[in-house]
T-cell receptor, first 110, second 111 residues
């Protein structure tokens, strides 16, 4: 069964702390994505990765960076988190056009 | 950058009703349009896609694409309470281009 996992599912951090969100997939998909979802705004693309160490900025990359050292694993890093980064973060992977999403990580920055 | 807009924002219908959801996009070169369903606390799940002008039917779902008017619609026949969810429209220019999403339509089907 095709699966995308995300850890942790819930996270509370203080402003200025570093945050690491992790995503894994078991389908050997080359392309992976990070989105954030806020009420009324839908899913906004943060970063896209085409394969190991081949990452591109999405529409809202400021304040975020990513790491992909293995095809099945894609991390999102927030250096010195800000309160406006409170959101639900979704990771996805794709083989062609169809995306497979993880369950999301709800991040609260106080 | 592709702009995707969905309407209505929310919709409440009785069980058994036909549901129509709309999505407009900005780039006529867009190659694929997907509809995703998202239940509360879950990630989006792909429902149906369309690549060519015209319509496509899968079970209770029908999708219509009109590239000239930059518009796609999703119709759900005989809606069920289990169809209650947020429906997201996603548009891609090509296979290497990440899909852009609309803000979604929240559907509530009342028994």
């Amino acid at each position: 069964d095709m699966k995308v996992t995300q850890m942790p599912r819930y996270l509370i951090k203080r402003m200025g702390e570093n945050v690491l969100l992790e995503c894994g997939q078991d389908m050997s998909h080359e392309t992976m994505y990070w989105y954030r979802q806020d009420p009324g705004l839908g899913l906004q693309l943060i970063y896209i990765s085409y394969d190991v160490d081949s990452n591109s900025e999405g529409d809202i990359p400021k304040g975020y960076r990513v790491s992909r050292k293995k095809r099945e694993h894609f991390s999102l890093i927030l250096d010195s988190a800000k309160t406006n980064q409170t959101s639900v973060y979704f990771c996805a992977s794709s083989l062609s056009y169809e995306q497979y999403f993880g369950p999301g990580t709800r991040l609260t920055v106080l | 950058q592709e702009k995707v807009q969905q309407s209505p924002e929310s919709l409440i219908v009785p069980e058994g009703a036909m549901v129509s959801l709309n999505c407009s996009f900005s780039d006529s070169a867009s190659q694929s349009i997907w509809w995703y369903q998202q239940h509360p606390g879950k990630g989006p799940k792909a429902l149906i896609s369309i690549f060519s002008n015209g319509n496509k039917k899968e079970g209770r779902l029908t999708v219509y694409l009109n590239r000239a008017s930059l518009h796609v619609s999703l119709h759900i026949k005989d809606s069920q309470p289990s169809d209650s969810a947020v429906y997201l429209c996603a548009v891609s220019i090509n296979n290497n281009n990440a899909p852009r999403f609309g803000a979604g339509t929240k559907l509530s089907v009342k028994p």
